[in-house]
Structures are given as structure tokens and as C-alpha cells.
């Protein structure tokens, strides 16, 4: 009876030091302290026991606490802290990139603009020669941004009127052609040039003059021309004849 006395009162003991370490952890308050307390305030009323059945409620709401929400905060602030270091490299390369295309589109209008100036001179100067007579020019089509713009041949061949392109003959349209490939080769000259039946629209006369206009370039350039017009052929100082062994 003794040893189940004692048995008790351990027990006791201990639940009373469990009771002492929740009431310290919970609400940094003895178990001493609390009874005291208890003791010398005055008995709860109506009011206080709703207020502490909802005090209550709320606990049971918010669940158990989370021991490692401060290592887990310490982890998601880290992990925030990195991908704000990658958004704002993000963001540094793509105003880098932003810059980079602004300055390359300015210079490309500039390098544009220029390079239309140069071959439409060019054109305008070698169209009269081409068809002994008449005048011709680019424009550029209605566009704000120079980039998107494209471009027009209008041409005046001798004794018709000012037209666009479209409406020229085939030859005629072979010939504007013509001054327009050279006016861009004029331009940006290159060692070597291979022309591929260019001549095949043209008439006996327009081939004459397309001829003359290739012997006066030939000082500085090598012209290859793969032609079937005699005349052509006749005008070329190297003569290479390709034929088939069998039709």
C-alpha cells in the first residue's frame, strides 16, 4: 500500500513538472505563479468564460506551433534573396540588349540612308546611259520608321511618260534592272562579279550598251557573264564554250 502511495505521488510530481514546463513555454509563467494568481483574482464571469472559450477557438485554429518556421523563413529569405539577384540581372541584360538594338537601329538608318543616297545617284546617273535617254530615281515608300521602309523604281524611259516599273515591257524592265545591279556594284565594287544571262531580254542595241558598260568596269573587276546572246559573246575578250557530250 506504501509503494502504491509513493507511486502516486510521483506521478503526480511529474505531471505537476510537465503542467510547470507548458505553463513556462506556452506563457513564460510558473506553475506557482499561476495558481497564485488564480487564487487572488476574482472568479470569472459570464464575459470572461465566452472570452476565453473563443481565445480558445482561436488557438485550436491556429494548430501546433511550427518549430522550424524560423529556419524555414531563414531558407525562403534566402531563396528570395537569389531570385531578386537573378530578376534584376535579368533586367540589367535586357536593358543592356534594349540599348544595343536602339544604337545598332541608329546606325543602321544612318548606314541606310546613306547607302540609298549613294546607289540612287548612281541609278539616276546610269539609266540615261543604259537606254540613251529618259531618267529614272528611287523612293522610298511611306513608312516613320526608315527601317521598315521599302523601295520604289520609278522610271522614265525616252518618249514615255513617268511610271513605276510594273508598268515598263519585259526589256525594258531587263534594262532597269541592269542599271540598278550596277549602281549597287558601282557603290561596293568587288574583284569578281558573275553575271547569269542577264542579257537574254535584251535587243541588239540594249545589248550593246550592256556590253560597253561591263568593258568600262573591267579595269578593276573580273566579270564571269554566262550568256547565250551572240553579241555578247563576240565582245568578251576569254571564251569557254560548255556543251553536253549527248542531247
Known amino acids: 500500500r506504501g509503494t502504491e502511495t509513493r507511486a502516486d505521488a510521483d506521478a503526480a510530481r511529474r505531471e505537476v513538472e510537465v503542467l510547470d514546463e507548458q505553463l513556462v513555454d506556452r506563457h513564460q509563467t510558473p506553475l506557482c505563479e499561476a495558481i497564485s494568481d488564480h487564487h487572488n483574482s476574482a472568479p470569472p464571469d459570464e464575459n470572461d468564460r465566452r472570452r476565453a472559450e473563443e481565445l480558445q477557438r482561436l488557438v485550436q485554429r491556429m494548430g501546433g506551433v511550427n518549430l522550424q518556421a524560423i529556419e524555414e523563413y531563414q531558407e525562403a529569405a534566402a531563396a528570395v534573396t537569389a531570385l531578386t539577384a537573378q530578376r534584376d540581372d535579368l533586367e540589367k541584360a535586357v536593358a543592356d540588349l534594349r540599348a544595343a538594338i536602339a544604337k545598332m537601329n541608329r546606325e543602321s538608318r544612318l548606314r541606310f540612308r546613306a547607302t540609298f543616297d549613294a546607289v540612287n545617284e548612281q541609278f539616276q546617273r546610269l539609266f540615261p546611259r543604259m537606254f540613251r535617254g ?49 549602281a549597287l556594284f558601282l557603290y561596293k565594287p568587288s574583284p569578281f562579279c558573275v553575271l547569269d544571262e542577264v542579257d537574254e531580254p535584251l535587243d541588239d542595241g540594249n545589248v550593246g550598251r550592256f556590253c560597253d558598260l561591263i568593258h568600262d568596269l573591267a579595269g578593276r573587276t573580273q566579270f564571269i557573264v554566262v ?8 565582245r568578251s575578250e576569254v571564251l569557254y564554250g560548255v556543251t553536253m557530250e549527248e542531247p
Open 134 to 182: 529618259g531618267r529614272a530615281y528611287l523612293q522610298l515608300t511611306e513608312s516613320e520608321d526608315l527601317l521598315e521602309a521599302g523601295v520604289e523604281i520609278v522610271a522614265q524611259p525616252p518618249g514615255k511618260k513617268l511610271q513605276t516599273i510594273e508598268l515598263l515591257s519585259v526589256g525594258e524592265k531587263a534594262l532597269t534592272a541592269v542599271s540598278l545591279v550596277f
Open 227 to 234: 550568256t547565250h546572246v551572240k553579241q555578247t559573246m563576240e
